[in-house]
Structure formats: structure tokens, C-alpha cells
């Protein structure tokens, strides 16, 4: 996908939660380039305008992955914490 397109297809699985502006998406996507996460190539976009492609590297792969089991790690231990006042015969809210 073009920088434009991948900007709003984050907003739209998000349901609208994550709003990129351009200036985000496009200094990301340099940075990610730099890392060797992501490659690009120069094509037409639908609209019939040149446009910069980005698709995701091996090294991108294995990193999404890796970064995808830190945070289900990190959500896993936030819901413990969060969830401890629920616990049968705890006070909600007691810290």
C-alpha cells in the first residue's frame, strides 16, 4: 500500500481510535525503511498518480512478531493488575 492508503486503513481497523496525520505516517514509515522493516518501490496509486509503495521485509516480519509478543505479554499483566479489586472477596477499588 501507498503511505495515504495504509494511514487510513490503520483508522479504519481501529475503528477510527488511531487518527494518523501525514506528517506521522511518512516520518514513520522513512524510520521503518531505515531499519530494513519495510521496503518501498515508485508505482501508479489508483487515482492514477505516482506514488511510493511500502511492503513489509522478512526482518520486518519477524519484528512485527516479536513486538506483537511483548505487548500481548504487557496486556496480560495489565489485565491481572487492573482486574485485582474484582477478585471474589476483594474491595473494589482498594489499593
Same mark, same amino acid.
Given at each position: 500500500m501507498h503511505g495515504?492508503?495504509?494511514a487510513r486503513r490503520i483508522e479504519q481497523v481501529s475503528g477510527n481510535e488511531v487518527l494518523l496525520n501525514q506528517g506521522t505516517i511518512y516520518a514513520s514509515l522513512v524510520r521503518l525503511e531505515q531499519r530494513g522493516w519495510i521496503g518501498s518501490s515508485w508505482g501508479i496509486s489508483g487515482n492514477n498518480r505516482r506514488a511510493k509503495f511500502y511492503s513489509i521485509?522478512? $526482518?520486518g516480519r519477524q519484528q512485527m512478531a516479536e513486538g506483537a509478543r511483548y505487548?500481548?505479554?504487557l496486556t496480560g $499483566?495489565?489485565?491481572k493488575v487492573l482486574s485485582m479489586g474484582k477478585e471474589p472477596g476483594g474491595e473494589e477499588g482498594v489499593a
Open positions: 495515504y492508503g495504509l521485509t522478512h $526482518v505487548w500481548e505479554r $499483566v495489565m489485565d
